[in-house]
């Protein structure tokens, strides 16, 4: 996971889009920063589960769902770019 591209995109989120990334450590899905909050209002909407935490080497909170979510996010949510 590029932590510079994670900074990028969050510093310039104006709370309009929830950017999730494959944690290289745990496998799972994570969202930073405002994308973080976001998606745990949603989540959370829906019942889904996820998990809250703070990334302490990006200096922001976090929230992680598993690719059960992150599948279902998918067929709910508009897809603006997937890389």
Partial sequence: MDL?????NE???KGMNIF???SDVSGQWVAYGQSAYALRLYVKA???DSLR??????NMPCTVISH???KSLRHELKIVDEQ
Wanted: net charge neutral; glycine share 0%; proline share 0%.
């Fill in 53 to 58: 935490a703070y990334s302490a080497e990006l």
């Fill in 68 to 70: 059960k979510t992150a």
């Fill in 46 to 48: 829906q019942e889904y």
């Fill in 11 to 13: 510093a310039t989120n």
């Fill in 4 to 8: 510079n591209l994670v900074k990028t």
């Fill in 20 to 22: 999730l990334y494959l």
